[in-house]
T-cell receptor, first 112, second 118 residues
Framework: RKEVEQDPGPFNVPEGATVAFNCTYS??????FFWYRQDCRKEPKLLMS???SGNEDGRFTAQLNRASQYISLLIRDSKLSDSATYLC?????????????FGTGTKLQVIP | EAGVTQFPSHSVIEKGQTVTLRCDPI?????LYWYRRVMGKEIKFLLH????????ESGMPNNRFLAERTGGTYSTLKVQPAELEDSGVYFC????????????????FGQGTRLTVV
């Protein structure tokens, strides 16, 4: 089993739709979680952190379910500019250092 | 504050040649990571430095790849000799160490080096 898994997609959704991505992780002791966004031919950039209590930033909502070991990203009212690959990132603190593991990424295409 | 910088941004080399990629992390970041994205595939981990030490190099594909981080500052990734399948985008990322007491630290990425082996 991969350490961090995502549905690669692509998710093709119309403008204005709501879309949700899940990401599962294998290490129950993982401590920090993030969603990154990667546009075509660009580097990944932080979209939002994921907290135990969940967090919301405008149209984006991230949630963490420790019991089932997954994180989710919900995008409401999709815009064309939301088209990108969304990467789930899990950070583990092991023996005094951090290990950053990426999911495979989920490709989102918002269609006019 | 300067971000993670990578050089060169693009490199086109012939099969069998040697290429060296460089990454300058954010100043003070102990953790430095190399990742690679091959066309049409996901980002894959190559290796992780903590300061100058290789903490995890389980993702290095073979012994044609050599990474160094002398003095715990910038890092280089050398591919020698390059093969066609080495083509892709090589990303470097850095993050603060856990010794800072901050566990929820994000990783910052460089813009990547696009390597094309012909």
């Amino acid at each position: 089993r991969k350490e961090v898994e995502q549905d690669p997609g692509p998710f093709n959704v119309p403008e204005g739709a709501t879309v949700a991505f899940n990401c599962t992780y294998s290490n129950s002791a993982s401590q920090s979680f993030f969603w990154y966004r990667q546009d075509c031919r660009k580097e990944p950039k932080l979209l939002m952190s994921v907290y135990s209590s969940g967090n919301e930033d405008g149209r984006f909502t991230a949630q963490l379910n420790r019991a089932s070991q997954y994180i989710s990203l919900l995008i409401r009212d999709s815009k064309l500019s939301d088209s990108a690959t969304y990467l789930c990132v899990v950070i583990d603190s092991l023996r005094g250092y951090q290990k950053v593991t990426f999911g495979t990424g989920t490709k989102l295409q918002v269609i006019p | 504050e300067a971000g993670v910088t990578q050089f060169p941004s693009h490199s086109v080399i012939e099969k069998g040649q040697t290429v060296t990629l460089r990454c300058d992390p954010i100043s003070g970041h102990d953790n430095l990571y190399w990742y690679r994205r091959v066309m049409g595939k996901e980002i894959k981990f190559l290796l992780h430095f903590v300061k100058e030490s290789k903490q995890d190099e389980s993702g290095m594909p073979n012994n044609r790849f050599l990474a160094e981080r002398t003095g715990g500052t910038y890092s280089t990734l050398k591919v020698q000799p390059a093969e066609l399948e080495d083509s892709g985008v090589y990303f470097c990322a850095s993050s603060q160490g856990v010794s800072t007491g901050r566990l929820n630290t994000e990783a910052f990425f460089g813009q990547g080096t696009r390597l094309t082996v012909v």
